[in-house]
């Protein structure tokens, strides 16, 4: 069956960095586009970034645009979200997404990431 | 950039009741409309696919409608089950996804 396991978040001051991870199985991996969708604590889902199936091209939400970078290991079946120059308002569950026809199919259950000094 | 926008922002309602909320675009999206359920705690999960689809294994008591700018989300007889927060998500202008707001969901 599909699985979708995010990891990498935790607590990290203003300013610093950190990778997000979402390992799946249970599907061909490199014939998907993925996505990472945020929530901010008690707030609606806020699409983050897209990455075509072959990693050729990226697309991200004004509000990460230069400081989020979303990349793929299709040998790995793994999404990556490397996040800079982190800011309090980046603080939300992170989830990363399968695209099917423009809608996420599967989901997992998130990881959280807290921007806190 | 497209906007969406749902009503009502939260309802109450009783077991057996029919329950309707609606989504709007700011420019016709076609039927480019996907419908989602998220509970406390737990990922979104698709219900409803091009405006009108019903995934696979969602029960039949939940439907979509509507196209251009107008959209419909309905549960014809609510369930305790269904306690949730809904959300319609745009996706016209590819590859971005733009959800709307949410409608929390409330048993009476």
């Known amino acids: 069956q599909v699985q979708v396991v995010e990891s990498g978040g935790g607590v990290v001051q203003p300013g610093r960095s950190l990778r997000l991870s979402c390992a799946v199985s249970g599907f061909t991996f490199r014939s998907y586009d993925m996505h990472w969708v945020r929530q901010a604590p008690g707030k609606g889902l806020e699409w983050v970034a897209v990455i075509w199936y072959d990693g050729s091209k990226k697309y991200y939400a004004d509000s990460v645009k230069g400081r989020f970078t979303i990349s793929r290991d299709n040998s790995k079946n793994t999404l990556y979200l490397q996040m800079n120059s982190l800011r309090a308002e980046d603080t939300a569950v992170y989830y990363c997404?399968?695209?099917?026809?423009?809608?996420?199919?599967?989901w997992g259950q998130g990881t959280l990431v807290t921007v806190s000094s | 950039d497209i906007q969406m926008t749902q009503s009502p922002s939260s309802l109450s309602a009783s077991v057996g009741d029919r329950v309707t909320i609606t989504c709007q675009a700011s420019q016709d999206i076609s039927n480019y409309l996907n419908w989602y359920q998220q509970k406390p705690g737990k990922a979104p999960k698709l219900l409803i696919y091009d405006a009108s689809n019903l995934e696979t294994g969602v029960p039949s008591r939940f439907s979509g409608s509507g196209s251009e700018t107008d959209f419909t989300f309905t549960i014809s007889s609510l369930q305790p089950e269904d306690i949730a927060t809904y959300y319609c998500?745009?996706?016209?202008?590819?590859?971005?996804?733009?959800f709307g707001p949410g409608t929390k969901v409330d048993i009476k």
């Open positions: 997404a399968r695209d099917r026809k423009r809608a996420g199919d599967y």
């Open positions: 998500q745009q996706y016209d202008n590819l590859p971005v996804f733009t």
